[in-house]
């Protein structure tokens, strides 16, 4: 007599994949909330877009147009220069750590160096800076500035290219609001007084025109 068939075990429940080394595969399968740490610890380091962390979120950027660049490099330039004279540090495109955010403003500010670091503290802000891009206006413009002025950091600096006339407006945090304390445009003198003395016409932020036949579809 044929004995009968005994079941199949039930297959062993797969387990989540592990990533050996940071990896970008990450974003497919992990589904709880992120964090600042958790970025840090399981995605690569990568000089491409920016990868932030915003309320459990992970945010993916990519690099802004040319014009974008080219303001980042020549105000970065000039305004570490005015910083060092006031011990203050400044970088570019930096991780900057709040809570379990993860920021990387366009200009950072510091009140302590950043050599040896892969990460600041929000805390050590003194001045946080965005330039403006197209695609991302809102978040330069209202949704940052919002953010950084909810953890307390002193200044925020903008920078706005539209239209390729370049202006500069720094805002000081005021009863938890940011209010602008100098502003100017391509033309004139942009001048500050804190937290170091600055001063450039915006103009300088912008270098070789754009060809005829690219300046109506150019990304700046």
Request: charged fraction near 25%; proline fraction near 10%; aromatic fraction near 8%.
């Amino acid at each position: 007599m044929a004995q009968a068939a005994l079941p199949e075990p039930d297959p062993a429940p797969l387990a989540t994949p592990q990533p050996t080394e940071p990896s970008f595969d990450v974003l497919r399968w992990h589904d709880e909330p992120w964090t600042a740490q958790l970025a840090l610890d399981l995605l690569p380091v990568t000089n491409g877009p920016k990868v932030e962390v915003l309320s459990g979120s992970v945010i993916v950027t990519p690099h802004a147009g040319y014009d974008h660049q080219d303001a980042e490099l020549d105000l970065a330039y000039l305004l570490k220069q005015a910083a060092r004279r006031a011990k203050l540090w400044l970088y570019i495109e930096t991780n900057v750590v709040s809570g379990d955010d993860l920021f990387i403003p366009d200009i950072v500010v510091l009140n302590v160096p950043g050599g040896g670091r892969t990460t600041m503290d929000i805390r050590h802000a003194v001045l946080l800076g965005e330039i403006v891009s197209p695609r991302n206006r809102r978040k330069d413009v209202i949704d940052r500035p919002r953010e950084y002025a909810a953890v307390g950091v002193p200044f925020f600096l903008r920078v706005d290219l539209r239209n390729r006339v370049p202006t500069i407006a720094l805002f000081e945090l005021t009863e938890g609001e940011y209010r602008p304390v100098a502003a100017a445009a391509a033309g004139s003198s942009f001048v500050m007084r804190e937290p170091f003395d600055f001063s450039v016409d915006p103009a300088e932020l912008l270098g070789d025109e754009a060809p005829v036949e690219e300046s109506a579809t150019g990304e700046g």
